[in-house]
């Protein structure tokens, strides 16, 4: 007869952490708080610059979470522009401001500014804001103003005024980190730094790629790329060559795949979501389970690969079965 085998009993499962809440009124301060502390030199200065710049400060006071000093101002509009390294303007949402404004009535949503170093202010959040009202041809936009020019980058971060699509966001996280690397007094920060900001160390790459080519398909690939590029620790003006080489990459990918879909129209297909089938049957990765990897795999490797996939890839062995399952999970072509 023969012996059963014993099992191993189960570990049991960790226990969950609980998030501890703040208790409510324990964080920041108090109304009184807010309105009465004295002013900082650096809030003076602040103030000085925008009086400079033919503002005028409304109040100063400290924020209640965090205590820091801002100056309501109200800021001549052709002195207040939007941060360079931004997402590009939309002018469907503009226009959409532009419309609702004047039915209201009048503007209660006050751009976020920091002093720029040519007397005036850029905002990392009002671009519609300052485009609507310029075109209704506006003088003066009330802002709060800060005197941290690096928040700028932090709040873009942040920025809840337009949902971001891929390209949005990468073409932004190019820009601030070609913005870090220019500026002297930033010069020996790496992307490791600034993580917060950029959010995602495959976005610089991605990015690169829509800087090249307005056209290129970043979502077919952002799940490649993100397994793959880690925070770099160099200085910002070295990691952007390396990034440089794995757009280019990532570009010389995106022909191989693209002449793979044009083999794919030849043999009779015409969805949109064959770019994403030839990207997901020449992933090296496409098994490779989340928190499985003792490092991240190599880009280089890994994109040549795909590379050497693409080159080879048969449209014979795909099915419309397959194209029907791509078009209900979704991700077509940008």
């Known amino acids: 007869m023969a012996k059963a085998k014993a099992t191993a009993p189960k570990k049991a499962a960790a226990p969950r952490k609980r998030k501890v809440k703040a208790e409510p009124g324990s964080i920041g301060l108090s109304a009184e708080e807010v309105a009465t502390s004295s002013p900082t030199a650096e809030i003076t200065k602040l103030g000085k610059l925008i009086t400079e710049a033919g503002g005028h400060v409304l109040s100063s006071y400290r924020e209640p979470f965090g205590g820091h000093w801002v100056a309501l101002a109200a800021l001549p509009i052709d002195r207040v522009k939007p941060t360079p390294y ?9 226009d959409r401001l532009a419309t609702v404004i004047p039915k209201v009535g009048r503007f209660l949503d006050p751009v976020i500014a920091v002093p720029d170093d040519e007397g005036g202010f850029i905002s990392p959040n009002g671009m519609h804001r300052l485009s609507a009202l310029t075109s209704l041809g506006a003088k ?3 802002a709060l103003v800060m005197p941290e020019p690096e928040i700028a980058f ?18 932004e996280v190019i820009r601030m980190s070609r913005a870090i690397a220019a500026d002297p007094k930033r010069a020996g920060q790496s992307e490791s730094d600034v993580s917060f900001e950029l959010e995602q160390a495959s976005l610089v790459t991605i990015g690169i790629c829509y800087e090249k080519n307005a056209r290129f398909s970043g979502g077919a690939y952002n799940s490649v790329v993100s397994k793959c590029e880690t925070w770099s620790t160099d ?3 070295k990691s952007l060559v390396l990034r440089e080489q794995h757009a280019d990459k990532l570009l010389e990918l995106d022909e191989a795949v693209t002449a793979a879909v044009g083999r794919l129209k030849e043999s009779g ?6 770019k994403p089938i030839v990207v997901a049957r020449v992933n090296p990765l496409r098994f490779l389970k989340p928190g499985k990897e003792d490092a991240a ?21 795909i099915r419309a079965q397959d ?7 979704g991700g ?3």
């Not at 931004?86 to 503009?94: D, F, P, T, Y």
């Not at 795999?297 to 449209?315: N, S, Y």
């Open 86 to 94: 931004q997402r590009e303007l939309s002018k469907a949402h503009a």
């Open 140 to 142: 003066t936009v009330v």
């Open 154 to 171: 932090r709040i873009l971060a942040l920025n809840t005024e337009k949902a971001h699509n891929l390209k949005d966001k990468a073409i």
């Open 235 to 237: 200085p910002m003006k």
């Open 269 to 274: 297909f015409t969805s949109g979501y064959l």
């Open 297 to 317: 795999p190599d880009f280089d490797k890994t994109i040549d690969k795909m590379i050497e996939g693409a080159k080879k890839f048969d449209p014979s062995k």
């Open 323 to 329: 194209v029907a399952i791509a078009a209900a999970v």
């Open 332 to 334: 077509g072509e940008e």
